[in-house]
């Protein structure tokens, strides 16, 4: 295995802005690599994590649909990240969450999965959406949520993202006992790590040097 030396770096160059086209692609690539990843978990009928699996919990208290559930669920986050973040932070944010939403409901009518393993689908599912999301992170937006608080801890008070969204997640996918059954929960609580310890152990302050 090849190391990197002190030496290396301290003369490795300090970062190259990404470009217009470099936050486009990075963003759609992101996009796609999340909505399927999104699509192999629900045809796996397995519970999510975030804001989205927090939405779909509601829909069980509250007569409301849920897509108007996960954009009030996503309002609270937004203006978080205007205060502390800046315009530009938030609004790649809003338009990600609104392409991940769209990306999310193509997908599901272009891959037509008739069945899959749940446990298949809760590792590769949230492997997908996990390299998805560092993706997204390192062209400075989120996936909307939860990512919003998480990337936000890590730049300002050095707490890990993936440790933010391990800790976030866990209790939402343990509210979910309450409405699925428990050997369904156990499985995407399983992948719920899976995506957490992608992102903490590729998302960290130094690791990346691009902006």
């Known amino acids: 295995m090849t190391t990197v030396s002190t030496t290396d770096e301290a003369t490795r160059p300090a970062g190259v802005p990404h470009s217009l086209a470099d936050d486009v ?13 999104m699509s192999l978990l629900r045809t796996g009928e397995l519970v999510t994590g975030g804001i989205a699996g927090a939405a779909l919990l509601l829909t069980h208290v509250v007569d409301l649909p849920l897509g ?15 205060r502390r973040s800046g315009w530009s932070f938030t609004l790649r944010s809003v338009l990600t969450v609104g392409l ?12 037509d999965v008739a069945s899959v393993d749940p ?14 999301l560092l993706v997204v992170f390192r062209h400075r937006s989120s996936v909307g949520g939860f990512s919003i608080l998480a990337v936000m801890l890590q730049e300002r008070a050095g707490i890990r993202a993936g440790y933010v969204l391990m800790v976030l997640d866990t209790l939402v996918v343990l509210a979910a006992f309450t409405v699925a059954p428990p050997l369904q929960v156990l499985v995407s609580a399983a992948g719920a790590v899976v995506l957490s310890l992608i992102v903490t152990l590729n998302h960290r302050p130094g690791r990346y040097t691009g902006f």
């Not at 108007?68 to 205007?82: E, H, R, S, T, W």
């Not at 991940?100 to 891959?111: D, F, H, K, Y």
């Not at 446990?119 to 998805?132: D, H, M, P, R």
């Open 25 to 37: 692609i990075g963003l759609l690539t992101g996009v796609i690599l999340v909505a399927v990843g």
């Open 100 to 111: 991940v939403s769209a990306a999310t409901a193509v997908t599901g009518r272009l891959l």
């Open 68 to 82: 108007v559930l996960f954009f009030a669920a996503n309002v609270p986050f937004f203006l978080l990240a205007v």
């Open 119 to 132: 446990l298949f689908a809760a590792v590769v599912g949230n492997v997908l959406c996990g390299t998805g």
